[in-house]
């Protein structure tokens, strides 16, 4: 089993080197770590789009607390003051699951990252570009136009979407908390990107978190959060997220191609590898298979296309871990 052991290892030294962080569970024992030199389970790293699962968490967490009564709900009901816009009749229509399910268009061809982010209010600047002429119902993937969810959260809680998650999922799971982090122009944006250098959450201008990217925790902490969607929901003996969130979260919702998504989360529902995962830029990672009670979580060095981290665990890792559970 070491012969295996290190022959994974050396497989991601050599094709996934900008991988700073592996953790492979299965049935809730650690099988499986790997670290880049001078990186630990605690290194704070840039989660990139992995943070829009997590922000799917605080969803589950806002509908089962009450201050969200529904998915159905009109996404400017959370938005009494907004103005629209002369002649805008898609937007009224948009509910709470088309931004979490990718399926609300926008008026732009390409996600229009410049036009949010150069803005000093980027909730007002995403609703601003929702709606418009395109279909609903059709898978567009952004993230810019997904700020309207911290949006949501923030005005449903009275809370913002850091100190939501600090209180109701970090703690009661022992993940430190984190604090806000400002980007004040574009060369903070690119050093934070390159490599954040403490534990946070982006907020935009107005002190909104940035519910699509952003999020900075450590390899520790991501097994945390999907070792919570594996137990059903459950820590410690604690409910913290309901098992229905879980179910309707990470089972299809919309469609792209042969990709499958659900509520922010990206769904693997193969009959060999039954499981859903989160993908972020620079090949940050989290997967989850209840089917086999396997978790891993990976954290990179941001790199532009990095090796397929779904190849990596659908014709290794996962192997590796049924491996060891059957030696």
């Known amino acids: 089993m070491n012969d295996i052991n290190e022959s994974i290892e050396e497989l991601i030294s050599a094709q996934y080197p900008n991988i700073t962080g592996l953790i492979a569970t299965g049935c809730g024992k650690v099988a499986l770590e790997h670290f880049s030199p001078g990186f630990s389970d605690q290194t704070p790293i840039h989660l990139s789009s992995v943070t829009k699962s997590i922000t799917s968490m605080l969803f589950g967490i806002a509908l089962e607390q009450g201050y969200i009564q529904s998915v159905e709900q009109r996404v400017l009901d959370f938005f009494p003051d907004y103005v629209l816009k002369r002649g805008e009749r898609t937007l009224p229509q948009l509910r709470l699951k088309?931004?979490?399910?990718?399926?609300?268009?926008?008026?732009?061809?390409?996600e229009p990252y410049t036009r949010v982010y150069s803005s000093y209010d980027w909730t007002a600047a995403s609703l601003d570009l929702l709606g418009g002429k395109?279909?609903?119902?059709?898978?567009?993937y952004t993230t810019p136009a997904l700020h309207v969810l911290s949006g949501v959260l923030s005005n449903a809680t009275g809370q913002t979407v850091a100190d939501y998650a600090n209180q109701e999922l970090f703690a009661p799971l022992?993940?430190?908390?984190?604090?806000n982090i400002?980007?004040?122009?574009?060369?903070q944006h690119l050093e934070f990107i390159r490599g954040a250098p403490e534990r946070g959450w982006v907020t935009d201008p107005c002190g909104t978190n940035t519910p699509g990217w952003g999020l900075v925790l450590s390899t520790s902490d991501l097994v945390k959060l999907a070792s919570l969607y594996l137990g059903n929901g459950f820590w410690d003996r604690q409910r913290l997220v309901s098992s229905a969130w879980i179910q309707q979260s990470t089972s299809e919702q919309s469609r792209f191609g042969e990709r499958r998504y659900g509520f922010l989360w990206w769904v693997m529902h193969e009959t060999e590898h039954n499981g859903y995962c989160a993908l972020g830029d620079g090949g940050n990672a989290l997967f989850v298979s209840p089917k086999h009670e396997v978790v891993v979580a990976i954290t990179s060095r941001f790199v532009p296309r990095p090796k397929d981290r779904v190849t990596l665990f659908t014709e290794y890792l996962l192997p590796f871990l049924m491996g060891t559970r059957l030696g």
């Open 98 to 110: 088309h931004l979490l399910s990718m399926t609300a268009p926008y008026k732009f061809r390409s």
């Open 174 to 179: 022992g993940i430190a908390p984190v604090k």
């Open 134 to 140: 395109g279909k609903i119902g059709q898978f567009k």
């Open 182 to 187: 400002t980007l004040n122009d574009r060369q």
